[in-house]
């Protein structure tokens, strides 16, 4: 069975540090896809980040950041120069290519900016 | 991206009733899903939603309680039928982007509706 798992069910770290929040998976499959989804306290879905397996290059937006093993099926998240707007649940999302579009789940991490 | 809309935004509803769950977006999309997420908890796939076929459900959720309707490319429903206060929860909509400008494995969500059953 294809799983996602977040190890940290909550952090805090003061403004302006950087914290790194982290995921694994399992699967057997070689093309796939993984996410990483933001939803604050207002409950909006946002996605973050998004990694292709195939890329080897670790994607980045802006403060946000990946570190892809693919071996090691780890796909972290760093928040750089963290902002008190990054305080939300954080969800690890999988999906492979041949999964009709469908999003294989971590429990999240609530991840708490404070002043 | 997709701009997606949810109504009602939230509602208190007696059990034994039954609520609708609209979902718009703002633009033509194959696929759309609805999605259940329990206070605290990750989100629970209840059903994928494509224009023109009936709702394929997963294990656990069945068509008697959760009717969809997907009547065109841009909206969806939901209803939450006979509630009972275990279906207290918070019911997402999600679109896939298959058109071109964007990769076509991308999931966009609605506000979420927050649903209260007494």
């Known amino acids: 069975a294809q799983t996602v798992t977040q190890s940290q069910p909550e952090m805090s770290v003061q403004e302006a540090e950087t914290v790194t929040l982290s995921c694994t998976y399992d699967?057997?499959?070689?093309?796939?896809?993984l996410f990483w989804y933001k939803q604050p306290p207002s409950r909006q879905m946002i996605l973050v980040i998004r990694q292709e397996a195939y890329k080897q290059q670790n994607a980045t937006e802006n403060r946000f950041s990946v570190n892809f093993q693919k071996a090691a099926k780890s796909f972290s998240l760093k928040i750089s120069d963290s902002q008190l707007g990054d305080t939300a649940m954080y969800f690890c999302a999988f999906m492979t290519a041949d999964s009709n579009y469908q999003l294989i789940w971590g429990a999240g991490t609530k991840l708490i900016i404070k002043p | 991206s997709a701009v997606i809309s949810q109504k009602p935004s939230r509602d208190i509803c007696q059990r034994g009733t039954s609520l609708t769950i609209q979902c718009q977006v703002d633009s033509q999309v194959t696929m759309m899903f609805w999605y259940r997420q329990q206070p605290g908890q990750s989100l629970t796939l209840i059903a994928t939603a494509n224009q023109g076929s009936e709702a394929t459900y997963e294990s656990g959720f069945v068509i008697d309680k959760f009717p969809i309707s997907r009547p065109n490319l841009t909206f969806s429903t939901l209803t939450v039928s006979n509630m009972s206060p275990e279906d207290s929860s918070i019911y997402l909509c999600?679109?896939?982007?298959?058109?071109?400008?964007?990769?076509?494995?991308?999931?966009?969500f609605g506000p979420g509706t927050r649903l209260t059953v007494t």
């Open positions: 699967t057997s499959e070689s093309n796939y896809y």
């Open positions: 999600s679109v896939v982007k298959g058109l071109a400008g964007g990769p076509a494995y991308e999931q966009y």
